[in-house]
């Protein structure tokens, strides 16, 4: 069984025991690591306002939609990187309300190296990289 992060033996053909972008959602537009980051920033959050704040900050022009969000929130949950409850003390409809779990957070890391490695290869890609 693989397991849930790379920072606990997560094995990749292509780059062996560290992070790397292979398995680790679209690396297109950085949906995860956008999501994760939002949850990182806020300690915690309802859908709607994870992607709103995910639309705002992503990474290319079209933007990230709301259920391309939702869909890696269940996607995390699922591998138990956020948890979620609903939330019914508020005015209106029960929300559901994430927060990462600890394995998130190895994640969230994960996503920063696979990142900086990005950065490294467009630089070099553009001519401004060692």
């Known amino acids: 069984m693989v397991s849930k992060n790379m920072t606990k033996g997560r094995f990749c ?3 062996g025991f560290r ?3 292979c398995e680790m959602g679209n690396l297109y537009r950085f949906t995860e690591p956008v999501v994760l980051l939002c949850l990182a920033r806020s300690g915690g959050a309802h859908g709607y306002l994870i992607a709103r704040v995910a639309d705002q900050m992503a990474l290319t022009a079209t933007g990230l939609d709301s259920g391309a969000v939702y869909r890696t929130l ?3 949950e699922s591998k138990g990187m956020v948890w979620s409850r609903w939330e019914t ?3 209106g409809p029960p929300r559901r ?3 990462m779990t600890e394995d998130g957070w ?3 890391r994960d996503w920063l190296k ?4 990005v950065r490294h290869s467009l630089l070099t890609l ?5």
């Open 19 to 21: 992070p790397c972008g």
């Open 74 to 76: 269940r996607r995390l």
């Open 97 to 99: 309300v994430y927060e």
């Open 106 to 108: 190895d994640h969230l």
């Open 13 to 15: 053909p292509r780059h």
């Open 89 to 91: 003390e508020e005015k």
């Open 114 to 117: 696979v990142m900086e490695e």
């Open 126 to 130: 553009i001519g401004d990289g060692d």
